[in-house]
């Protein structure tokens, strides 16, 4: 099995923001809300444009059954309300191209994401891509582990470490300065 990484390069994102603009306004806000509020691919994909009118994105996680209340970032609100300008409530948010109003799918959104490995160079990218780089960037920005945590369901802080890639970053800054 291959290990999923976020993207950590803040410029990589920047350049995936600008490209996926222009080319897909669909991919852009997938991408765009992926990597701002960590939900799992299976989460994002079923959003309705009613599920994202207010201020949070309130759901119940399909993995956990869990209640999960998310505020939706300024920037994102503003990139969204353009995007649904012209959809109805029960619209998928997602809409695939197959079928009247269907979200697209997972193995779709996986080909989008492959898509941006090839075109800027990426390793590793997969669905959990967009949760984890949400994890990572946060992370960085915070240091905030328990709330990470929290944000993610997760039963301890050592899983959240490992999922967000931090534990690997860490061991190899350390090998990196090893010399005997």
Same mark, same amino acid.
């Given at each position: +099995? ?6 950590? /390069? $803040? /410029? ?5 923001? $600008?490209? !996926? ?5 669909? /991919? ?6 992926? =990597?701002?509020?960590?939900? $799992? =691919? ?28 998310? !505020? ?9 309300? +353009? ?28 080909? =989008? ?30 240091? /905030? ?20 890639? =931090?534990?690997?970053?860490? !061991?190899?800054?350390? +090998? ?5």
């Amino acid at each position: +099995m291959n290990v999923v990484e976020p993207i950590r /390069d $803040r /410029d990589t994102i920047t350049e995936i923001k $600008r490209y !996926l603009l222009v080319k897909n306004q669909r /991919d852009y806000i997938l991408f765009f809300l992926g =990597i701002n509020v960590g939900l $799992r =691919i299976s989460d994002l994909l079923r959003l309705k444009v009613r599920d994202i009118r207010g201020n949070h994105i309130v759901i119940r996680e399909q993995k956990t059954n869990k209640q999960k209340k998310i !505020l939706i970032p300024k920037e994102v609100k503003r990139a969204l309300g +353009m995007y649904v300008v012209d959809l109805d409530d029960q619209d998928y948010l997602f809409r695939s191209q197959k079928g009247i109003n269907r979200p697209i799918t997972r193995i779709t959104a996986y080909r =989008i994401l492959k898509g941006l490995q090839e075109k800027f160079g990426l390793e590793n990218i997969g669905t959990h891509t967009l949760r984890k780089t949400f994890g990572y960037h946060f992370y960085k920005q915070f240091k /905030d582990i328990v709330a990470l945590q929290k944000i993610f369901n997760h039963k301890d802080q050592k899983e959240t470490l490992i999922y967000i890639g =931090i534990q690997q970053d860490e !061991l190899d800054s350390k +090998m990196l300065k090893f010399n005997l």
